[in-house]
């Protein structure tokens, strides 16, 4: 009989733990379902800003993108916003674009246009901009950092 009590329990147990844990998954699809609903609400509302020329909406657009947060990631699609963020000068969005030209993601490869926008955003005072100018302008040639000197006087905020 004795044997016969803890079986019973231990179904019993397993019967309570069961229960938890299905409310648990319950709880969790919710909870996702809501971050998911607030998530593409978040990158409409995003994605309107950038439209109407917000540049931290912008770079933010650049940020998803690169990194494949609730969008699918694409440097293509983040090269355009972290641009058009960095024509209305963002200085973060400058470094990245002028890492991507420099590195060849999401565009092609241009040592001009990468050393023009970390310059422009070493200007500004980004760190990371100023670290990275140096490396890029070592392997370029002087009529290429010319171009880019020129490209740099020649731009002017859309903002």
């Known amino acids: 009989m004795n ?3 803890r079986l019973f329990s231990l179904i019993s147990s397993a019967r309570a ?9 319950s709880t969790v699809k919710n ?10 609400a978040y990158i409409r509302g995003t994605i309107e800003k950038a439209e109407n020329g917000n540049a931290n909406a912008q770079y933010d657009l650049g940020d998803r993108f690169y990194d494949g947060l609730g969008v699918a990631q694409d ?7 972290f641009g058009r963020a960095a024509e209305n000068g963002h200085a973060q969005a400058q470094t990245n674009l002028g890492m991507m ?9 241009d040592d001009i246009e990468g050393f023009k926008w970390l310059s422009l955003a070493a200007a500004s005072g980004d760190e990371r901009a ?12 002087d009529d290429q950092v010319a171009e880019a000197k020129r490209r740099i006087s020649r731009f002017s905020p859309k903002k």
């Open 17 to 25: 733990v069961r229960s938890k844990v299905s409310s648990t998954a």
């Open 130 to 141: 100023m670290k990275n100018l140096a490396k890029i302008e070592q392997r370029m040639t």
């Open 3 to 5: 044997l016969f009590v």
């Open 101 to 109: 030209c420099a590195l060849g993601r999401g565009v092609d490869r």
């Open 31 to 40: 909870v996702n379902k809501k971050l998911h609903t607030y998530e593409i």
């Open 75 to 81: 440097y293509s699609e983040a090269a355009f916003w």
